[in-house]
């Protein structure tokens, strides 16, 4: 055992050791370390590759303020990726949320002098990357630097510089790539096509192959060796259970090779997309499940759900524990709203910093359309969102509590004024900013839930969840809003409550075994259902 291990890197190619990364300190989130582990020795004897802490070995000669290193040091910081032969090391710096900086390191050079020199491929830019493949000296990746949708290109390693790189997938200004998967001469492009999945193949030229036929309107993703053209589609949607397709991606021959038994016909669930103008008219999407042929009367209970954030996608997902609200006349909603991915760099950009209020603006106005297109009302209908989404649905309540009968706030950031003080929350500063900025603090404090709440308003019912062990966000969120607002609704909490359920046994809500996951459900559904009317 490694104490402090956090990141599996890869192997050399005789498996005999491994890079790895872990926490030098593992009360401290910003001391990782890369290392490579020998088999069959003690991990005191792992050589180090580069550490976090020496911030000058990626940045010495780069002309950064002393202002930039400092807040370089909190950031998710530093990552390793070698190819298969042990030739190359990818290592890059996350700047934020929204970019990093890559260099190229000679681990030949490494392997026999103990010393990694570092060449410059990019810096300086916003961008994100995704699918790698070495071939040889050739790199291909995925990344949105300059092209907001993302692209393919392809880096020769001994000339890495930005402006020598090529592009083999140019980018798509209608479709975003969310993944990429290198297969025996093809590259298949995973594409977000209006929040729902479309894959492209090409040759390792760029040419395309077409589109791979997928099952339906859903999420899927390809697993695939670079060896063969054998591969294997998971996918799923809000009426089909995540399933398992063996494909040929060289001929497009698809078999079913395995799927999951569930008690439930969800041929008997209707799923659509539908588009609605926020607030500054900004069109934005959002999917709606329900029971097939449902009377759209205004009087049906309707969950509407979102997150917002870190140019994360919400996209088509199968979730069997949805299935008793749909057959009880339930509606689900989910929003893609700004702050996500499901529309490039620009969409999630939209969304943070000085335009989060554009995510709160895009929920209410979901919330508002769901009401004037006949599918529920202000008292059948509730609001949730966990995490960054629990921030939303914190944020929404405060500014339209008017607008909904029932909210679920799980593991939230509510104290956005004082946020960054606790656990590992800088990493988020560059997607919220920090009141400690002059220039930030007044739009943080404008939209922070627990600065706007007010005394005497009739808010909805809240259910707040927190987890004691949260290494994320820390509970003292949910905690003090709770005890705020029972303080200071004005609405009956016999009826109205503001509940908050602090688990001692999790977490931020990963690795939770099945019966809290249970439990968890089952409590927030009940809740829900109560609220909007369910129960006589």
């Avoid at 050079?109 to 990694?116: D, K, N, V, Y």
């Avoid at 509590?401 to 104290?415: E, Q």
């Avoid at 249970?518 to 559904?525: E, G, P, S």
Wanted: glycine content about 12%; overall charge negative; proline content about 5%.
């Amino acid at each position: 055992m490694i104490p402090g291990k956090v990141n599996f890197s890869g192997w050399l190619p005789d498996n005999s050791g491994f890079f790895y990364k872990n926490l030098e300190d593992t009360d401290d989130a910003y001391s990782s370390v890369m290392k490579l582990h020998k088999i069959g020795t003690h991990h005191r004897q792992d050589k180090m590759l580069f550490r976090q802490k020496d911030i000058e070995f990626f940045y010495g000669d780069m002309g950064k303020t002393d202002a930039e290193i400092e807040a370089l040091k909190t950031t998710w910081g530093p990552f390793g990726v070698p190819s298969e032969d042990a030739r190359w090391m990818v290592v890059g710096y996350w700047t934020g949320t929204a970019g990093l900086d890559m260099w190229v390191a000679d681990l030949d050079g490494w392997f026999r002098t103990g010393e990694l020199k570092l060449k410059p491929m990019i810096s300086g830019k916003l961008g994100r990357t995704g699918g790698m493949h070495f071939d040889g000296d050739r790199f291909y990746m995925q990344h949105s630097f300059d092209a907001p949708n993302g692209t393919v290109s392809m880096i020769d390693l001994n000339n890495p510089a930005f402006d020598q790189w090529e592009s083999v997938v140019p980018e798509n200004d209608d479709l975003v790539i969310s993944g990429t998967s290198f297969a025996r001469g093809i590259i298949a492009v995973n594409y977000l096509d209006q929040a729902k999945t479309r894959i492209a193949l090409h040759d390792m030229r760029g040419e395309s192959l077409g589109d791979l036929d997928l099952p339906g309107i859903g999420s899927g993703g390809l697993s695939v060796s670079d060896d063969r053209t054998e591969a294997f589609l998971s996918f799923s949607s809000y009426n089909m259970p995540r399933s398992i397709f063996r494909v040929d991606l060289a001929t497009g021959d698809r078999e079913l090779w395995a799927r999951p038994d569930v008690p439930v016909d969800p041929s008997q669930i209707e799923v659509k997309q539908v588009w609605y103008d926020s607030k500054d008219g900004t069109p934005v999407s959002m999917f709606i499940v329900h029971k097939t042929g449902l009377e759209l009367d205004g009087k049906n209970p309707t969950i509407l759900y979102g997150y917002g954030g870190f140019n994360i996608s919400m996209r088509p997902g199968f979730s069997s524990t949805m299935f008793p609200w749909y057959e009880n006349g339930g509606v689900y909603a989910v929003a893609n709203l700004r702050g996500g991915g499901e529309y490039g760099n620009a969409w999630h950009e939209a969304g943070m910093l000085e335009n989060k209020q554009n995510v709160f603006d895009d929920f209410i106005a979901a919330g508002e359309w769901l009401v004037d297109n006949g599918y529920t009302n202000p008292d059948q209908l509730g609001i949730a969102g966990g995490s960054n989404g629990g921030l939303l649905t914190g944020a929404t309540v405060v500014q339209r509590p008017d607008l909904f009968s029932a909210a679920i706030s799980s593991v939230p950031l509510l104290d956005m004024v004082r946020y960054q003080n606790f656990l590992m929350a800088r990493y988020w500063v560059p997607e919220y900013g920090t009141a400690e900025n002059p220039d930030q603090y007044e739009f943080i404090k404008a939209y922070s839930p627990y600065q706007n709440v007010k005394p005497g308003t009739k808010y909805p019912a809240v259910f707040f969840t927190a987890g004691e062990n949260d290494t994320r966000v820390h509970p003292l969120h949910a905690r003090k809003m709770a005890a705020l607002m029972q303080n200071s609704t004005g609405s009956d909490q016999e009826k109205e409550p503001i509940l908050l359920w602090v688990d001692r046994d999790s977490g931020h809500g990963g690795g939770k075994p099945l019966h809290l996951r249970i439990r968890d459900v089952a409590d927030k559904r009940i809740f829900m259902m109560w609220q909007l009317g369910m129960f006589d």
